[in-house]
């Protein structure tokens, strides 16, 4: 049997297989306070997937969600920014 394969490493190289650029680091840097309040919203609902929510279970879902759209808004706003327009 003989082995068929790619000559040049371009075509051969896979995506996932480079560190990421510094651009998408910032990009991640600037949305991590996003990411993070999607987290707690997150470990919030999960804590009470197997139960009836409590009066606190409650509190706490509608504080995380309430966290959640306002980095969404601080994001949307830095970004209308940076951009001189609406996002």
């Given amino acids: 049997m ?7 490493a371009v ?6 297989d480079r ?3 510094a651009a ?6 600037r ?5 993070l309040a999607d987290v707690d919203l997150l470990d919030a609902q999960i804590m ?7 009066a606190l279970d409650t509190r706490r879902i ?4 309430r966290r959640v759209l306002a980095e969404r808004r601080t994001l949307a706003n830095r970004t209308a920014d940076v951009t001189g327009g609406a996002a």
């Fill in 19 to 21: 560190e990421p650029t």
């Fill in 48 to 54: 009470t997937i197997d139960r009836t929510p409590t």
């Fill in 31 to 35: 949305e991590l306070p996003l990411i």
């Fill in 24 to 29: 998408e680091l910032d990009a991640i840097e």
């Fill in 11 to 16: 075509v051969t190289a896979d995506d996932f």
């Fill in 2 to 8: 003989k082995h068929i394969g790619a000559a040049q």
């Fill in 62 to 65: 509608r504080r995380a969600r």
